[in-house]
């Protein structure tokens, strides 16, 4: 079936970057939207972008203007970009894929990553 396979976290220091990347296995034709959420310690799990397979783009005010989000969509592969981390960034971030088409269905609800831990050190 179809999973989501993340990389890319680890721990960092603050004012640092890193660069996350999630890739939907199995034999899938398109995805139309995929993103990233995270949720930290004692927090509900928030959004931090999407992106939709025609590029349109979509932040957290908490990440705009130093988070970039991309997609490949011929290697059906998401990535998020983060650059001037900070510690508030810290949490498990979590990748998402909503409409999913393969070659004989498509899956309307949304499919989740196992998360990966990303810890911005002060």
């Known amino acids: 079936q179809v999973q989501l396979v993340e990389s890319g976290g680890g721990l960092v220091q603050a004012g640092g970057s890193l660069r996350l990347s999630c890739a939907a296995s199995?034999?899938?034709?398109?995805?139309?939207?995929m993103g990233w959420y995270r949720q930290a310690p004692g927090k509900q799990r928030e959004l931090v972008a999407t992106?939709?397979?025609?590029?349109?783009?979509n932040y957290a005010d908490s990440v705009k203007g130093r988070s970039t989000i991309s997609r490949d969509n011929a290697k059906h592969t998401v990535y998020l970009q983060m650059n001037s981390l900070k510690p508030e960034d810290t949490a498990v971030y979590y990748c998402?894929?909503?409409?999913?088409?393969?070659?004989?269905?498509?899956?309307?609800?949304?499919?989740w990553g196992q998360g990966t831990q990303v810890t911005v050190s002060s």
């Open positions: 998402n894929a909503q409409g999913i088409y393969t070659v004989v269905s498509s899956f309307l609800a949304n499919f």
């Open positions: 199995g034999i899938i034709r398109s995805i139309n939207t």
């Open positions: 992106i939709t397979s025609g590029g349109s783009t």
